[in-house]
């Protein structure tokens, strides 16, 4: 006998979707119908579900996009996929962006049956030992040594509400990690909210955070709700905390200390239960020592911190993030999967990144859009080419400058010494003796 699972089915044909709601109830699993990624998005945000099963052409969002969700957000949960144009690349991209299997309409209830059996069979069990694995962050790419020690800290606190402090340059993923932290733990369910303490002038973000009262000031013509009480049970993402004036910083404090937010105007403290996730690619340090950054806030916001490393410290990762941004733009402009050529390949790789995996993301858009099927190395951005950045933060020495550039321009080269020596206009006998020396 089988189990009552949860099946949510998603289709903009309501014929389809009642076709194969009619086949799964009369195998005795439990349906949820959406007719658009919308609506099965939000059920999937309210009920536990077992098995997704989605058509792929659907207007507006479609349901490649949906998978992706999926996998980011319930990695666990198996996507089949049900579609009416059969075509070799659809489900190529179907099964790339984490689809379980497929099936062609028109089928029969027995083949719709054996699929909804092999793919719920793919289900990871959930075994006591799991707790202590680390989890797979799906959303989060990357092998390297210096993200897996970022995905080890979203384990130890995804499930606790303690506050925590992201900080790294622009682009970097600070933003991803903190929604990984909310949605892969126990409050998922509840709001994540976002702030953009940047993004709001100054005047505003004190009443946008906590809310305010009737006759609070000019204006306030009704009692209003904050990020803060919406965000309630939660997450609230402060970004660019830097940005945050003095008068949003005590009060900040205040939530933090006695976990209780007053609205402006109000003298009535509210108590309020949000997880606090803030991150800033400014210095607080600095700001501290010119005052414009309470002490006191800076140590009650770091009591967790996490330092999203720049690109060019796990430049390993570079084939996998370029991967996942070729296989989003190539289904978003080309409708099919782009491939990139081992020069273009070498480039990324041998480049320093200074915007990060934004820029990375920008440079495989462009080049998507420009390219036929595979990007080559005229798709790419002229400072990629050619561009050796140096650390110009760092005084050094000229032996110690001239070892760096000898080092840059044979990674250029990818150590032909001959063409290094060309470009350092010396022979390759001194090339070697400076290698050696140096
Ligand atoms: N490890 C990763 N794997 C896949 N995509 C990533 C990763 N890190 C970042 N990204 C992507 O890179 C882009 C930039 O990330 P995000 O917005 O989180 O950066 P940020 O650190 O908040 O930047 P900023 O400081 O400029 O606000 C996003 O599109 C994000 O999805
Ligand atoms: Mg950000």
């Known amino acids: 006998m089988l189990q009552k699972e949860n099946i949510l089915i998603v289709d903009d044909d309501i014929n389809i979707l009642e076709l194969i709601q009619r086949n799964l109830q009369s195998l005795d699993y439990h349906t949820y119908k959406a007719v658009s990624v919308k609506e099965a998005v939000s059920i999937l945000r309210d009920t536990e579900i077992d098995l997704l099963i989605t058509d792929l052409k659907m207007p507006e969002v479609d349901g490649f996009q949906l998978i992706q969700f999926a996998s980011e957000h319930y990695p666990n949960m198996p996507k089949l996929v049900v579609t009416g144009y059969p075509s070799v690349q659809d489900a190529l991209s179907a099964i790339k962006s984490g689809a379980v299997d497929y099936l062609v309409k028109p089928f ?3 083949e719709l049956r054996q699929s909804v059996l092999k793919s719920l069979s793919t289900r990871t069990k959930k075994k006591p030992s799991e707790k202590a694995e680390s989890k797979n962050y799906n959303e989060i790419i990357g092998e390297s040594e210096a993200i897996k020690s970022v995905t080890q800290i979203i384990d130890r606190v995804k499930d606790n509400k303690a506050t925590i402090f992201i900080s790294g340059e622009s682009g970097t993923g600070k933003e991803l990690v ?8 126990k409050f998922s369910r509840e709001p994540f909210i976002a702030v953009n303490c940047g993004g709001i002038p100054e005047n505003l973000l004190e009443s946008e955070l906590f809310g305010y009262v009737k006759g609070a000031f000019t204006g306030a013509n009704d009692t209003r709700e904050g990020f803060f009480q919406a965000a309630n049970g939660g997450t609230i993402f402060l970004d660019e905390i830097g940005n945050a004036p003095l008068s949003v910083q005590s009060r900040l404090l205040r939530v933090l200390q006695e976990k209780e937010v007053m609205k402006v105007g109000e003298r009535k403290a509210e108590k309020i239960d949000v997880r606090v996730i803030a991150a800033t690619n400014s210095n607080l340090k600095e700001m501290i020592a010119k005052e ?8 009650r916001l770091t009591v967790v911190e996490i330092v999203v490393p720049p690109l060019r410290d796990r430049k390993g990762d570079i084939p996998l993030l370029a991967d996942k941004f070729l296989f989003k733009y190539g289904n978003e402009y080309k409708d099919r999967y782009i491939t990139i050529e081992p020069e273009a390949q070498a480039l990324l790789k041998r480049y320093d990144w200074p915007g990060n995996i934004r820029e990375l993301e920008n440079v495989i858009q462009r080049a998507v859009i420009m390219c036929d099927r595979t990007i080559g190395v005229k798709d790419l951005p002229e400072n990629l080419k050619y561009k050796i950045d140096f650390p110009e933060e760092n005084l050094m ?27 350092l206009n010396i022979d390759r006998k001194t090339l070697r003796g400076k290698i050696k020396g140096s």
């Open 108 to 110: 029969t209830k027995d």
């Open 178 to 185: 903190a929604r990984s932290i909310h949605y892969n733990g």
């Open 292 to 299: 414009t950054f309470r002490e006191d806030l800076y140590y």
């Open 397 to 423: 020495s000229l032996k110690a400058m001239e070892k760096k550039y000898i080092e840059k321009v044979l990674a250029a080269t990818h150590n032909n010494q001959s063409k290094a020596a060309e470009i």
